[in-house]
C-alpha cells in the first residue's frame, strides 16, 4: 500500500509539472467547467422562476415538494463526490476511446505496478476543481439562503455518516468508469458506452422521485448515480432515507468487484492492436 500512495504522489507531480507549462490551458479548461454548470443552474433558476417548487404527484396529489434551495442544494452536492472522481481518476476515458485502439495499453503492462492503478493515477485533472469550487459554493449558497424554518430543521450531525459514505459515492463513479472502460478489450474502443452511462448521473442531481419507477430504478440500483447525490443530500437535508447511506456502500463494494473482474477478464482477452 505504501508503494502504491508513494507512486500516486509521484504521478501527480510529474503531471503537476506537465500542466504547469501551460498554465492558460488549466485557467481555460477550469473556466469552461465552471461556465458549463452556471448555464445549468441558470436554467433551473428560470424553471423555479415560474413555479414555487418542485412537487411530486400522485393522482393529483400532492406527496412531495422541493424548494429552490433545495434542489440548488442536492445539485451543488452532486458536483462533489463527482468533481473528487474527475480530478483524481479521469484517465479512465482514454482507454476507451484511443489507449486500446492504438496500441498504446502495452505500456501499461510492461512496468512493474498494477495496470488498473497504473491507468488510474497516470493523470491529475485539475479542471477538476472548476465542479468542486461550483459545488461547495451551491453548497454553501443554499444553505446560507434557506428559510429559517426549513434550515432550524436540519440536523449538522448527519454530515458525519455521510462523509463516511462519500468516499464509496466516488467510488462509484469510479467503477462504472472502470467496468465500462474495460469493455474496449474486447471492441477496442467503448468510449461511447461509458459516455452513455455516466451521462446518466445528470439525472442525480434532481430528486429522484421526480422520475418514473424505471428511471428510478436505474439511477439508484443499475447505474446508482442517485446514491452518489439526491439520497445523501436528502439525508442531510431532512434525515430522510437513512437507510441509502448502508445501501451506497454495499452498492459501490459490488460495483467496485465488478469492475475489477471485467478488467481482469479482459486483460487475458487483451491482443495489441495498432493504427
Same mark, same amino acid.
Given at each position: ?10 504521478? #501527480? ?28 443552474? &441558470? ?23 422541493? +424548494?429552490?434551495?433545495? #434542489? &440548488? ?18 484517465? &479512465? ?19 512493474? #505496478? ?27 449558497? =443554499? ?11 436540519? *440536523? ?9 459514505? &462519500? ?6 463513479? +469510479? ?24 451521462? +446518466?448521473?445528470?439525472?442525480? =442531481? ?5 422520475? *418514473? ?34 445501501? +451506497? ?9 465488478? =469492475? ?14 495498432? =493504427?
Amino acid at each position: 500500500m505504501r508503494k502504491y500512495l508513494r507512486l500516486h504522489r509521484i504521478f #501527480v507531480a510529474q503531471d503537476l509539472k506537465k500542466l504547469m507549462e501551460y498554465k492558460v490551458d488549466f485557467l481555460m479548461g477550469a473556466i469552461g467547467f465552471v461556465l458549463v454548470q452556471a448555464v445549468k443552474i &441558470l436554467t433551473l433558476g428560470i424553471i423555479f422562476s415560474a413555479i414555487p417548487a418542485l412537487v411530486y404527484k400522485v393522482n393529483g396529489e400532492v406527496l412531495d415538494a422541493w +424548494t429552490f434551495n433545495e #434542489v &440548488l442544494f442536492i445539485y451543488g452536492f452532486s458536483l462533489i463526490p463527482k468533481g473528487v472522481d474527475h480530478l483524481l481518476f479521469d484517465n &479512465l476515458w482514454g482507454m476507451g476511446y484511443w489507449v486500446v485502439a492504438k496500441g498504446d495499453f502495452d505500456k501499461y503492462l510492461t512496468r512493474p #505496478v498494477n495496470s488498473w492503478f497504473y491507468v488510474l493515477t497516470e493523470k491529475f485533472c485539475v479542471d477538476a476543481f472548476g465542479d468542486l469550487f461550483v459545488g461547495i459554493v451551491l453548497v454553501a449558497y =443554499s444553505v446560507f439562503s434557506m428559510p429559517a424554518e426549513i434550515a432550524a430543521d436540519i *440536523n449538522w450531525l448527519r454530515l458525519i455518516p455521510v462523509a463516511f459514505v &462519500l468516499p464509496f459515492a466516488i467510488m462509484i463513479y +469510479t467503477s462504472i468508469k472502470t467496468g465500462t472502460a474495460a469493455i474496449s478489450f474486447w471492441t477496442k474502443r467503448s468510449g461511447h458506452i461509458t459516455h452513455m452511462c455516466y451521462m +446518466t448521473n445528470e439525472f442525480a =442531481s434532481y430528486p429522484a422521485k421526480i422520475y *418514473n419507477n424505471v428511471v428510478k430504478t436505474i439511477i439508484t440500483y443499475i447505474l446508482p448515480f442517485a446514491l452518489t447525490a439526491y439520497y445523501p443530500a436528502i439525508y442531510i437535508l431532512r434525515g430522510e432515507s437513512p437507510w441509502s447511506l448502508a445501501v +451506497t456502500v454495499g452498492v459501490s463494494v459490488a460495483l467496485f468487484l465488478l =469492475s475489477q473482474l471485467i478488467w481482469k477478464l479482459g486483460i487475458r482477452a487483451y491482443e495489441s492492436a495498432g =493504427s
